[in-house]
């Protein structure tokens, strides 16, 4: 029965010092962190990492529910991931325990309000892009694999993986692109 402390920023040059020391004054006596975007699980090692390790009678320590996840979904897979295995959630800062009724009804609460956060904030985003877009000032991202330059290399007999080394992109991409010209071009059947 030990608790194991999990602390998570979104940026590298956020300071993560407030958190572990929340965690380790809560009495985790293995604490792990990461700085990555909350708004997935996908590529936390240092989550699924503690979520491999822990086990039955363990208890998963946040400092806030919105350290461990950002979306309603990933929050309940996770409780019920530790459910499994016999483990409970606490977060430092909020009445949060899934040992008991209210704090299983309160962390799903948080969790609604966590992922309504992360859509404003990407509706915020995309109304912010749409009026630079119209007042000329955002032409979105740079381009990232020339097409043409895919085509004139596939033109001259260079192949798909040769031509991906080159440009720096995926064969996949260079796939795709050369596929759309291969069905357009009438096939040879004999």
Excluded: H
């Amino acid at each position: 029965m030990g608790k194991i402390g999990y602390a998570r920023v979104s940026t590298t040059d956020q300071d993560l010092s407030l958190q572990l020391a929340a965690l380790s004054a809560a009495g985790c006596g293995v604490i792990r962190s990461e700085k990555i975007t909350g708004s997935t699980v996908t590529g936390r090692a240092e989550l699924r990492t503690v979520l491999d390790f822990i086990g039955a009678g363990d208890t998963l320590v946040v400092t806030r529910i919105d350290r461990l996840a950002r979306s309603l979904g990933d929050l309940q897979d996770i409780v019920r991931e530790l459910k499994a295995k016999g483990a409970s959630l606490v977060a430092t800062e909020q009445p949060i325990d899934t040992g008991t009724a209210a704090g299983k009804a309160f962390l799903d609460m948080l969790g609604v309000f966590a992922e309504f956060e992360t859509n404003l904030r990407r509706e915020r985003q995309m109304e912010g892009i749409a009026k630079a877009k119209a007042a000329g000032v955002y032409k979105g991202g740079k381009t990232r694999i020339a097409a043409d330059e895919v085509r004139r290399l596939a033109g001259e007999g260079v192949g798909p993986s040769a031509i991906a080394r080159q440009l720096g992109i995926g064969r996949a991409s260079v796939y795709r692109l050369l596929g759309s010209i291969k069905t357009s071009a009438p096939s040879s059947q004999a």
